[in-house]
């Protein structure tokens, strides 16, 4: 068979365990064809060539756990994710609210939680700038919520408000929201963004995605309001990666959501085949320990009375699982602390019990503390640990906000990558963007240095837990395609499979590891296809 390109003038990487790198790849179909001299032979008086120009050319990335729509919608807003100050964030919504003095709502995304003493906001402050229109401004993690006076007010909280059940109201003159119970109220206020809005937002992040080399998405939160969006993307050719969607389940609701859920995943299946999926459902098992609300085995230093916040109780939280489950649905649980980890796995461990053997590969997401005992749990239960590798680092959120929450010996250990593979654990990897950059390079390269981007500490925070280049690349990739039930079709580069390909400008092989977190995406390739 003839190829309808050839790429060559580099390296290729094929991701195949214990292979070795390559010269040359062939395409035909949109899939591989050969590698190597049997590349070369597949040349026609039609193929396309394209030189690598001495880079590498590797399977292109997914990204496990990430939220494409809804960090799209929030580029929309006050831009406040640059912000490196308080005053810097109030000087933004005081512009943005100036110059939008139509909007009814002043909202803006993923600011940065280090920026007041604990993570702790004061309504006041808002107010000194927006005082007639309600103010929601979320932190990079997107458990904690700023508010304005007027915020306040039109959900109803107020000093006499009690603590709601999943979530925290920060007591002082107050002006911070933690978890769902708190956020809920003003969440359910907000105007719903239209069609529209939703296409732009997700042709935004499409053209960013492809530009770092991603095909395959996991969206970590998707709703019934969401479905037009992804569709009219696909029916319209504006989606440059395929994704799969995850319901999130709630814990008052979720026997409710189930039946819609089932629809919504045979409309998708009906209407985007081989562009969108919906076999996930998402559930949080805590919150974050920056916020003081991931959930603990023991208490957090800083506070000696709170072991966080467990979002479900054990048996509810088996109940809608195993019930997922039997609905044909993949479990995707948010696990923090290491009392929210157990409970996810000892759901998933009862959902076995009631269902059976099956294949169903159910997803912790971020586990950045566990607790010894449950390490091997994760490779027995043929439970997929899902990390972000970019937060294994000591950043400031780690320096002055998580580690004087839980201590030196639970400090060391956090997002323990190595272990868990020693372990037999699958590890895949994910941004959650837009908590943290979407891109996949500079989080492979912290999983090998474990460093930050000016390079400290020497050796590596936690060197232990550092990961080899073709670990990190395996897991932005391979670990991906297994977590997505794709194994057998991307990946890797191999005859057969989908020519999902990214070029980079060197070998991520050789080039020191800090040089990865900047290496240009040069293209990339969906099925042979190129999208950027």
């Known amino acids: 068979m003839q190829a309808e390109q050839l790429f060559t003038g580099g390296i290729v990487r094929t991701g195949v365990p214990g292979a070795a790198a390559s010269t040359a790849l062939a395409v035909a179909g949109g899939r591989v064809l ?42 929309r807003g006050v831009p406040v994710r640059q912000a490196r100050s308080v005053a810097e964030i109030l000087a933004a919504v005081a512009a943005w609210a100036a110059a939008h003095p139509g909007a009814e709502w002043v909202t803006g995304d993923a600011f940065d939680p280090t920026l007041a003493g604990g993570g702790r906001f004061d309504a006041r402050w808002l107010d000194s700038v927006v005082a007639d229109r309600p103010v929601a401004l979320r932190t990079l993690d997107h458990h904690t919520m700023w508010v304005n006076t007027e915020a306040l007010r039109r ?38 963004p239209g069609p529209a809005e939703q296409a732009a937002a997700l ?40 994704a799969n969607l995850a319901f999130r389940a709630e814990p008052v609701s979720w026997k409710d959501q189930l039946e819609e859920f089932a629809a919504d995943r045979d409309r998708i299946a009906c209407e985007a085949p081989g562009w969108l999926t919906a076999r996930t459902v998402k559930f949080f098992a805590d919150g974050v320990v920056e916020a003081g609300t991931a959930a603990l085995l023991q208490p957090y230093d800083d506070c000696p009375h709170s072991h966080g916040i467990a979002n479900w109780t054990p048996g509810e939280l088996a109940d809608a699982i195993a019930a997922a489950d ?32 099956a294949d169903r590969r159910p997803v912790l997401a971020h586990v950045q503390l566990i607790d010894p005992a449950d390490l091997p749990r994760f490779a027995g239960l043929g439970v997929i640990a899902n990390l972000e590798p970019l937060w294994a680092q000591p950043d400031p959120l ?3 906000l998580t580690l004087p929450r839980v201590g030196p010996a639970r400090g060391a ?14 590890v895949s990897f994910g941004s959650d963007w837009p908590v943290t950059d979407y891109r996949p390079l500079p989080g492979i390269a912290t999983a090998i240095t474990r460093q930050t981007a000016a390079g400290n500490p ?22 991906v395609a297994y ?50």
């Open 203 to 242: 042709a935004e992040v499409c053209g960013l995605f492809a530009a770092a080399g991603i095909t395959w998405v996991q969206d970590a939160w998707a709703e019934h309001g969401h479905i037009d969006a992804w569709l009219a993307a696909a029916r319209d050719g504006r989606l440059r990666f395929r």
């Open 155 to 192: 959900a109803g909280i107020d000093a006499g408000t009690p603590e709601p059940a999943a979530g925290q109201i920060v007591r002082r003159a107050d002006g911070s929201l933690r978890e769902w119970g708190a956020i809920g109220p003003v969440l359910d206020l907000l105007p719903a």
């Open 483 to 532: 977590q997505a039930f794709e194994e057998r079709h991307w990946g890797m580069l191999r005859p057969g499979l989908r020519a999902d390909l990214v070029h980079l400008a060197a070998d991520p092989a050789v080039i020191p590891a800090r040089e990865l977190r900047d290496l240009p995406v040069l293209g990339t390739w969906l099925a042979g296809t190129r999208t950027h």
């Open 413 to 426: 250990r956090q997002y323990q990558i190595a272990t868990l593979q020693r372990t037999g654990a699958r």
């Open 398 to 400: 780690m320096t002055e």
């Open 458 to 479: 020497d050796g590596g925070w936690l060197p232990a837990e550092r990961v080899t280049a073709a670990a990190a690349l395996a897991a932005y990739s391979a670990g």
């Open 326 to 357: 039997a609905a044909g649905f993949q479990a995707h649980v948010h696990a923090i602390g290491d009392a929210g980890v157990r409970l996810a796995l000892d759901a998933i461990a009862e959902t076995a019990r009631r269902n059976g053997p």
């Open 34 to 75: 050969a590698l190597g001299q049997d590349a070369l032979e597949a040349r026609g008086p039609r193929t396309e060539v394209i030189d690598l120009a001495g880079g590498a050319l590797l399977p292109s990335f997914g990204d496990g756990h990430a939220h494409p729509l809804l960090g799209g919608l929030g580029l």
